[in-house]
């Protein structure tokens, strides 16, 4: 399945799940809601935002994942069960979605806004731009 394939399973529990994580994310999607690395990993730091990473457990591997992140893997069957699960046991705290060079947490983010779920995204991901994790030499965790 190509990264940004989203299997009918996965679209099916999205549109169970949406009416549960509607009231849990509430903004509307758009370039206002992207965050700097920085900025997220602040967040994090402060109890504010959950920081998701998006990529495959092969990609967690090679670089580790951003501190303070959790590993859910887009293309898991559970990924919208895992996030709701996720969101339920944090409920305070926005939502923002990291990958590789930020093209799969964009799409995602808009996959879920045009459904009416809004999360923040971090442009440039993890390698990326020049606004990148990496670049703005934020740690990482060890994927075990």
Known sequence: MSALAVSRRQLLSALLLIPLLKPL??????????????????????????LIDIRTPHEWRRTGIPAGAYGIDMDAKDFFKDL????????????????????????????????????????GGIIGKSNSWKSRSLPFSKFR
């Open 25 to 50: 994310i509430s903004h509307a999607n758009s370039a206002e809601y992207q965050l700097t690395a920085t900025f997220a990993y602040n967040s994090v730091l402060a109890d504010q935002l959950l």
């Open 84 to 123: 709701l699960a996720l969101a339920n046991k944090y409920p305070a705290r926005k939502i923002a979605l990291i990958s590789t060079t930020g093209g799969r947490s964009a799409y995602l983010a808009r996959y879920l806004g045009r459904r009416g779920v809004s999360v923040y995204d971090i442009p």
